[in-house]
């Protein structure tokens, strides 16, 4: 072999050997460039998904059909409950496993309705409850919570205007929506009868019931 065919074959190593090199470098580096793009995209994948999830968890949280009530005072056993949504305060009672004998449950409105975070307070004889608390059937008025609750379903005119703003005309109407379509399933069906509004039936809300 000659000195210039040595060279020449010198060179073609060479020069395949950096060609090797070179198609090892490029395809390394789109190999990796490859695994960080699949790693931003998981990774974005992963966040939109517990955003997703944080998202159905507050829709769940808002639309949960159970409310939690804190029962406490003159109850066999107080506590934190779960009651339904459409739950009363009669039910919260019956969870708490009901009243105790020192129980006055004259101050209550046991047919009030359950909010979510409510604290039901049940005072013993002697004991007053604030006119504020949610359940208490005292009147903003200051009607006397000795006074009986008065039934929308069976009361006549006369016992329909001892209420609050109720006189002659809203008595009558209450009387004749009853007879038309029949009893009254909830205190706030009232508000059905034409002449009263919302603000008439806050009024006489914890001076009724329904039975």
Do not use: H
């Amino acid at each position: 072999m000659t000195f210039s065919k040595k060279q020449w074959l010198i060179g073609c190593i060479c020069l395949a050997i950096g060609l090797a090199f070179y198609i090892y470098r490029t395809g390394g580096e789109k190999s990796e460039s490859s695994l960080q793009t699949s790693d931003m995209i998981k990774a974005e994948s992963s966040a939109a998904k517990k955003e997703g999830e944080s998202s159905d968890q507050v829709i769940s949280s808002q639309d949960s059909p159970f409310v939690m009530v804190d029962i406490k005072g003159a109850v066999q056993k107080p506590g934190v409950y779960q009651l339904p949504k459409d739950a009363r305060v009669k039910d919260a009672l019956a969870q708490a496993g009901g009243a105790t004998k020192e129980a006055d449950l004259r101050q209550l409105n046991l047919a009030s309705k359950l909010q979510d975070e409510m604290a039901v307070y049940i005072p013993a004889t002697g004991e007053e409850i604030p006119p504020s608390s949610p359940v208490s059937s005292i009147s903003s008025s200051g009607t006397s919570n000795d006074q009986p609750l008065v039934n929308i379903n069976t009361a006549n005119t006369d016992e329909l205007q001892t209420l609050n703003g109720i006189g002659p005309s809203k008595a009558s109407a209450i009387v004749s929506y009853r007879e038309e379509n029949g009893l009254f399933q909830t205190v706030e069906d009232l508000g059905q009868v034409s002449g009263i509004g919302e603000k008439s039936l806050e009024k006489i809300k914890a001076q009724i019931t329904v039975q």
